[in-house]
């Protein structure tokens, strides 16, 4: 069945550098939707990408949907600690009635301060 | 609105004995699921349900059941806790195609 496959599973950065997390799918997606999941809490909805080759911002993060609708990626400017956490996407996949949303291992993020 | 709602927060169990996760949601979504996360991993998808009286088998369904007998909720059942059964549970919902999903806080089941 489809999957998505995530990059780096782990990513320690200083405060104020970059971080980019990617993810790639085998097969076509329909959208794909990031999350982040504070230590200890609950995965809490970011964005969702629909197009194909759609970018879009929220303050110093920056999301892109790859052309051929296949892969995604997560871009984080400057971090700070209030970055840290696991973010995932996913790969919402539907068929008939069904609806079955399925998620990448994530990627964990530690900021140094 | 109380959003996406799971209990208990925390629970010990002893091998082979058995429980139920609650979840229930007042937004009046359709889609619902379980997933679990173990320590240092993503989520793997149980089970989950499109609608009062339909559901499915995620990717590692073994060892659990659901039921759906309404709108709003939807349990969790273990039958025969297992060691392998520790491990964060949370339960999610979706209010229809290619939205949101809102998870509740989790239920960190220990079995020993």
């Known amino acids: 069945g489809q999957q998505v496959m995530q990059i780096p599973q782990y990513q320690h950065v200083q405060e104020g550098e970059d971080f980019t997390t990617y993810c790639n799918s085998s097969t076509t997606l329909s959208n794909i939707q990031w999350y982040k999941q504070r230590p200890g809490g609950h995965p809490v909805f970011l964005i969702q990408l629909v197009k194909s080759g759609e970018v879009k911002k929220q303050k110093r993060l920056t999301f892109q949907f790859g052309e051929a609708k296949k892969n995604s990626s997560l871009h984080i400017t400057a971090t700070q600690t209030t970055d840290v956490g696991t973010y995932f996407c996913?790969?919402?996949?539907?068929?008939?009635?069904?609806?079955?949303?399925?998620f990448g291992k994530g990627t964990l993020l530690t900021v140094n301060p | 609105n109380a959003g996406v709602t799971q209990t208990p927060k925390f629970r010990i169990l002893k091998i082979g004995q058995s429980m139920t996760l609650q979840c229930a949601q007042d937004?009046?979504?359709?889609?619902m699921y379980w997933y679990r996360q173990d320590p240092g991993m993503g989520l793997k998808l149980i089970y989950y349900?499109?609608?009062?009286?339909?559901?499915d088998k995620g990717e590692v369904p073994n060892g659990y059941n659901v039921s759906r007998s309404t709108t709003e909720d939807f349990p969790l059942r273990l039958e025969l806790a297992a060691p392998s059964q520790t491990s964060v549970y949370f339960c999610?919902?979706?209010?229809?195609?290619?939205?949101?999903?809102?998870f509740g806080q989790g239920t960190r089941l220990t079995v020993v």
């Open positions: 999610a919902s979706v209010r229809g195609l290619n939205t949101e999903a809102f």
């Open positions: 349900s499109v609608g009062a009286g339909i559901t």
């Open positions: 996913a790969g919402p996949r539907s068929g008939g009635s069904n609806y079955k949303l399925t």
């Open positions: 937004m009046n979504h359709n889609y």
